[in-house]
């Protein structure tokens, strides 16, 4: 908002020659009502950021219900366990290193220098909401790569892996695509990458690439779950035990997601010049709430059928999962594109999550929650997608522009500049996490602290690492005799008939 400026001196001119005592007066009301406009525009707007991480941080309630549901019975209580920890390990860690490694300014454009423990916190372009919206999506990759190595990883794997993604590897990929220093970033005005940076608005790469491909070299290393494939090759299925509770973290992470994209805008009472009273940022909030909510909803029909086609079941699970994949492919171009371009990216999205599974069955790579292809997959289409159709306006009034020639996408004739940044962006992730996490998990595999034994494996980590079922199964006393108990089906065995005469 435009300051309100006022000059005594011109004023008593106007006043007359005993006017200067009023226009000292009047000026200083209105310097007192130019400030308060501006401390509620902070105030708004910090109220607008920490209501935004809120809802970021109950996606790890929806991750929590996710997993549980994706996995057998008997490792319930390890999966939910870990995904409280890597909000708890990530807590402290993204506070001691994460955020300044990320967001340190001024620093190079590898990585961010200052801001450790939050030191210099507030300031002008840093608040304590920003370090917990940010911690917030850290967490949020961290949770991605649990999935994919559920059922079969060691409790100490978790609590390395996690520290290490969320206070150094996760921060600084943001640094390099959100930080202003940040050598591909949209808003390092002084060196934009191909003249226009990288536009992750949200995160496709920098959250679901980075979680999807640390949860690729887990799962890969580790090797497959025991009995997911048999002894001829043969694609077995190992079905998690709860679709309720994979549809209740779906609607949670759906409800999360209005926290993840608009929320990436860190503002909201900014106006857009000529777009009259109307028009400003509230509204590119409002239509990136749109194009969410479209590429969701197409994924998860175009799954629906997709897979009905493919295996001739209405399968819920696998219509959970694209709705999920089609968010992390809109991701990184929420803010810039159409709504009708929305509808696109979640077909295809949908199409990548199918095709990225098939190629995991014929390769062996067994990934419980299909972690590395829903959000590693589709959140490299994502990137892609937006290369091909972020539209002029909206990029210019996202990124704050007037730059004259910055690329869009290229679809939308704004040339292949842009599609440029974003597959260096993809190759870039690729490597860097790979290098990083994959040499980590290298470690603790010949270290043999990542993956348990086959026993504990074939007995369930709940029993054997937790002290007991996350459920009850048996009535051991009569004081469980009139609970509702969730009982084991054991197969039956052969019966004998017996016919006797009295």
Partial sequence: MASLDCSADQLAQLLGPNGTAAASFICDRFS??????????????NTYLLFSAYLVFAMQLGFAMLCAGSVRAKNTMNIMLTNVLDAATGGLFYYLFGFAFAFGSPSNGFIGKHFFALKSIPTSTFDYSNFLYQWAFAIAAAGITSGSIAERTQFVAYLIYSSFLTGFVYPVVSHWFWSSDGWASASNSGNLLFGSGVID??????VHMVGGIAGLWGAFIEGPRIGRFGHSGRSLVLRGHSSTLVVL?????WFGW???NPGSFLKISVAYSGGGNYYGQWSAVGRTAVTTTLAGCTAALTTLFGKRILSGHWNVTDVCNGLLGGFAAITSGCSVVEPWAAIICGFVAAVVLISCNKLAEKVKFDDPLEATQLHGGCGAWGIIFTALFATKDYVSQVYNSGQPGRPYGLFMGGGGRLL??????ILVITGWVSATMG?????????????ISAEDEMAGMDLTRHGGFAYMYHEDDDSNKHAFELRKIEPAAPTTIVTTTN
């Fill in 32 to 45: 007192a009502v130019s400030d308060s406009f501006t401390d509620t525009n902070y105030a708004v707007d």
């Fill in 249 to 253: 973290g779906t609607f949670l992470l």
């Fill in 258 to 260: 209005y926290g993840f």
């Fill in 201 to 206: 608005f949200a995160g496709s790469g920098v």
């Fill in 439 to 451: 040499t980590l998990f290298f470690i603790l595999h010949k270290l043999k602290l990542l993956r």
């Fill in 420 to 425: 440029a940044a974003h597959i260096i962006q």
